[in-house]
């Protein structure tokens, strides 16, 4: 069921807003009570939340477009997202896969043996003890 994103009373004497920057796009997941479009007026800045958690549905206002108290700007799907996997595949378009050509021949592999007189690097000393220096009292 659709989740209307109305502008909420912002002050007494304050009947309308400007819609800043819009946070989320249609088609994103939210959480209950972020951030979705920053509202601005004569006085202050402010964020609208989320009301419920969902999917941006529609967008009706757009960054710099004036709205009135109590205005719908937007919709929230309300419930679960769908997973992301399936977001994208109904985005993109289904693209058969290419057959592939017969191998030729394989490639022999390659095995790294290390020769048994070799020289290892030697092991570094260790580190000196710290002393700490003593004071004459």
């Known amino acids: 069921m659709p989740v209307e994103l109305k502008i909420p009373a912002v002050g007494e004497s304050i009947a309308e807003v400007v819609i800043g920057a819009w946070r989320k796009s249609v088609g994103d997941s939210v959480a209950r009570d972020e951030d979705l479009v920053e509202l601005e007026t004569e006085k202050a800045t402010m964020d609208l939340p989320s009301p419920a958690a969902g999917v941006i549905a529609k967008i009706l206002k757009k960054a710099g477009e004036t709205a009135a108290v109590g205005e719908v700007i937007g919709y929230l799907d309300d419930g679960p997202a769908p997973p992301a996997a399936s977001r994208e595949s109904a985005k993109a378009p289904v693209v058969p896969a290419a057959k592939e050509k017969p191998a030729a021949a394989k490639s022999p592999s390659v095995e790294l043996v290390e020769p ?18 003593v004071s004459a009292q």
């Open 116 to 133: 048994q007189n070799a020289q290892k690097a030697p092991t570094p000393a260790p580190a000196p003890a710290a002393t700490r220096p």
